[in-house]
């Protein structure tokens, strides 16, 4: 099993925070993982964005030339990364910014109105947590616990406050994904 | 623990007992300077300097091994090109020290993707004069941790500096990496040839002006016994599948885990295909090739350059097997499913799928 998933967003919207702390999570469940942020010159409101690939067996290569997974925070990440998904792999949208539909039919296209629900939650700078607990609930990719364990782990330098707002997105955004209130365009691929 | 390359690095010199970094900033290899910074000043004994240049850290790094402490440089491809003339000193003075290049592509500024166009520039000795450096080749964050210390204890062992060539992307990617216990350095063995003050002893001197050209040769000599000493005793490879193999891969670092993955796929198929990845690029590991070579007809050389390790690999083998070559530089990363269709071509045109 080897499962590769790519994070991407404007700099600031936590891309490289959520893979840091999937990979993490996936560390502590015993799988062997890598992390590789991209590093030098991305333009300004343009696709930061991280690789994170996990194993039960060693990994050879961190890179994603085809992901199976790819986590869209905006517009040009879309763009950017719709092509590189493999056939049958999932986009996570952040519904909330962006607003062109994917064009390719062989992949499943999941919307969460991220900003939307952090709003909601009282906190807007949660939007990344809601996106990977929604991503994590509807993969499985590691279990919810570890991800919580993983998200203490990795801030838990900051102030308590920021572990439980960072907690409750988590939260939130897997229990948007159980409740099914998703915005779907193509659930179900054959 | 999960960690950034370049903290492995920095995490694994401080355990060593390293409490004395130079470095001067250069992508994609900052977050070494950056973690050193933070680890030496909560450190009692520990010294870190932003220098001025990187000819001002090379030579800071000389001044504190001169006294008998273990040092440690770091950067990337450019700036390893300037610190050549401290590096040639360090050799002439035979002084310890542990260098790390994070390679980039190149020549000239390049880019600041991963490449491994610094081969030849380590291996060879890279500045100028009659000397060679310790080179070794980690291919994940757990070697990072692994061969830092070693670089360090062969450093001293030897009295020589050890260059561990990496590349950009092992510096940022994050693996999960288990430290040894940390050295106090003022555990480590007194070195009886340091400069730390002649009182009731007689004076030292380490210089690297001999201008007495009978004392030149033999200080050449005694250089060159020693590096034939630690070419038989520290060549190390990891292998891989290569039991049953009728064509092995060679590739180091990056390359090395992009062939492993290769060879997977290959090997499904039914390949007989198996990696010898060098972690000591001087001494190149020719001993591990010959002994392979007396089974093996087939070796494919892998680098991310147009090929230098291939010439160590050539000069290994002295033309008694077949040597094949695939290099992507630049700083291109090739996928495992492209090394597994070069594997693939040259696998069944030299006819290694049929039965001895």
């Known amino acids: 099993m080897l499962i590769k998933t790519v994070f991407s967003g404007f700099g600031g919207q936590g891309v490289l925070m959520m893979g840091y702390i999937l990979a993490v999570s996936a560390m502590r469940g015993g799988m062997q993982v890598t992390y590789l942020p991209s590093y030098g010159a991305e333009v300004r409101g343009g696709t930061a964005n991280c690789t994170v690939s996990i194993s039960d067996e060693d990994i050879a290569s961190p890179v994603a030339s085809s992901p199976d997974y790819v986590i869209a925070m905006n517009n040009p990440s879309l763009i950017r990364f719709e092509g590189q998904i493999k056939t049958k792999g999932t986009i996570f949208l952040n519904s909330d910014l962006i607003d062109i539909d994917p064009e390719r039919e062989d992949i499943e296209v999941f919307k969460i109105p991220a900003n939307t629900l952090a709003k909601k939650m009282g906190s807007e700078r949660a939007m990344n947590m809601i996106m990977l607990g929604a991503f994590v609930s509807k993969t499985k990719i590691t279990s919810i616990d570890s991800l919580m364990n993983g998200l203490t782990e990795v801030i838990n330098t900051k102030s308590k406050k920021q572990v439980e707002i960072n907690r409750k997105g988590l939260e939130m955004g897997a229990k948007y994904v159980l409740k099914g209130e998703w915005g779907c365009l193509r659930e179900k691929l054959n | ?356």
Not at chain 2, 8 to 22: M, N, P, S
Not at chain 2, 98 to 125: C, E, H, K, W
């Open chain 2, 1 to 356: 623990m999960l960690l950034r390359g370049s903290h492995v690095y920095a995490e694994a010199a401080v355990r060593a007992g390293c409490r004395f970094y130079f470095g001067y900033p250069i992508t994609p290899q900052n977050e070494l300077t950056e973690y050193m910074a933070n680890a030496l000043a909560s450190l009692p004994d520990g010294v870190f300097i932003q220098a001025e240049s990187e000819l001002a850290a090379i030579n800071m790094v000389i001044g504190v091994s001169m006294a008998g402490k273990r040092a440690m440089t770091s950067s990337s491809s450019p700036g390893i090109s300037l610190k050549q003339e401290g590096i040639s000193f360090l050799s002439a003075m035979e002084l310890p020290a542990v260098i790390i290049n994070t390679m980039r592509g190149g020549p000239g500024l390049g880019n600041i993707a991963a490449s491994q166009g610094d081969y030849f520039q380590a291996t060879r000795g890279g500045g100028h004069g009659d000397y060679r450096t310790i080179v070794l080749a980690p291919g994940s964050g757990q070697e990072m941790a692994d061969l830092t210390r070693a670089a360090f204890e062969y450093a001293d062992r030897y009295r020589i500096p050890v260059i561990i060539l990496g590349d950009g992307m092992m510096s940022q990617m994050m693996e999960p990496v288990e430290f040894p216990d940390p050295i106090d350095p003022k555990s480590l063995p007194p070195k009886p040839w340091v400069l730390d003050g002649a009182k009731d002893r007689p004076s030292r001197i380490i210089k690297s002006l001999i201008l007495d050209t009978s004392a030149m040769e033999e200080h050449n000599w005694k250089l060159f016994r020693k590096y034939e000493m630690i070419e038989k005793e520290i060549s190390q490879v990891e292998l891989f599948l290569t039991d049953d193999a009728r064509l092995v891969v060679i590739a180091y670092g990056t390359a090395s885990r992009i062939a492993r993955g290769a060879i997977k796929r290959v090997r499904e198929m039914g390949l007989k295909v198996g990696l010898m990845s060098p972690k000591t690029l001087w001494p190149f590991p020719k001993r591990y090739l010959l002994e392979m070579s007396r089974v093996v007809t087939d070796f494919l050389v892998f680098e991310m350059s147009t090929g230098q390790m291939l010439e160590d690999v050539k000069l290994s083998l002295e033309g008694r097997r077949r040597i094949h070559f695939y290099g992507r530089p630049g700083g291109i990363i090739s996928t495992p499913d492209e090394i597994a269709k070069v594997i693939n071509n040259i696998y069944f045109k030299e006819g290694l799928e049929t039965e001895v």
